[in-house]
């Protein structure tokens, strides 16, 4: 069993920074792809990005050039960062382990709500 757990959630000034972290345990990540993802209140869920095992990434046009994923496999987590907020980006944001696809993970964490005022 794979356990997820976000910080790094909060509000914040549109035009400003977050970090959000995702702490993995049960399962060392650094074989796997993992994945972070939103969820704004009536919407579907939507993919923000992915890392994969190799270290490439992907991005959704929506924060590309503005968010980006690392991973620190030594601490068995996986980061985003997110520059230039804007008040659209507002939502939970979780992320996934051992993710196929833009829309296919196993394993999901609790979530960490993101607040961007205008």
């Known amino acids: 069993q794979v356990q997820l757990v976000e910080s790094g959630g909060g509000l914040v000034q549109a035009g400003g920074s977050l970090r959000l972290s995702c702490a993995a345990s049960?399962?060392?990540?650094?074989?796997?792809?993992m994945g972070w993802f939103r969820q704004a209140p009536g919407k579907e869920r939507e993919f923000v990005g992915r890392?994969?095992?190799?270290?490439?990434?992907y991005y959704a046009d929506s924060v590309k050039g503005r968010f980006t994923i690392s991973r620190d496999n030594a601490k068995n987590t996986v980061y985003l960062q997110m520059n230039s907020l804007k008040p659209e980006d507002s939502a939970v944001y979780y992320c996934a382990f051992r993710c196929y696809s833009s829309t296919s993970c196993d394993y999901w964490g609790q979530g960490t709500q993101v607040t961007v005022s205008s």
């Open positions: 049960g399962r060392t990540i650094s074989s796997y792809d």
């Open positions: 890392i994969r095992w190799s270290l490439n990434t």
